[in-house]
């Protein structure tokens, strides 16, 4: 069976800007460019952004949904589940994933980046909102995030 090297995360607000959602985008076009499997939440914003991105791509997202109702998710999704666990799903989102990547964001995105933190995972912020979390990884461009992620699971698969 041929398989992805890897799952990585995008993790980031439901609600975002124009400039934040076109960084989402090119983070899971190129995340499916390198045939990573997209990992987020499955609604909108970041998450519906990325998700569109890997479908462009050719790649594959999956939305982890907070809700029971797999009708709540993003049209982008390759395959959604509805888990019914309100935001404990960030949980499952960051354990799910080899690395996360976190763009832009408030609370639930931290929740997500600190619980990838917890376990290990290699986690880079993009336009992240909190700056001075130890470990994370700090990226410019979504290039430079990608790039950052599938370069820390490499060195941590090692």
Do not use: W
């Not at 998710?73 to 019914?84: M, P, R, V």
């Not at 933190?117 to 990608?146: M, N, R, W």
Request: with cysteine.
């Amino acid at each position: 069976m041929n398989r992805p090297d890897c799952y990585i995360a995008v993790v980031g607000s439901s609600v975002c800007n124009e400039e934040t959602a076109k960084r989402a985008y090119d983070v899971g076009y190129e995340l499916a460019r390198r045939k990573a499997i997209v990992i987020c939440g499955g609604k909108g914003g970041v998450m519906a952004a990325a998700a569109h991105g890997a479908r462009d791509g050719g790649g594959t997202s999956v939305g982890i949904l907070p809700g029971s109702d797999r009708n709540d998710a993003s049209k982008y999704l390759s395959l959604a589940l509805s888990t019914g666990l309100g935001e404990a799903r960030n949980a499952v989102i960051a354990s799910a994933a080899d690395a996360v990547i976190a763009i832009s964001g408030g609370f639930g995105t931290l929740s997500e980046v600190a619980l990838a933190l917890k376990k290990g995972k290699p986690v880079v912020g993009l336009l992240f909102s909190f700056e001075d979390i130890s470990g994370l990884h700090h990226a410019k461009t979504p290039q430079e995030a990608v790039d950052l992620a599938l370069r820390s699971i490499l060195r941590s698969t090692r």
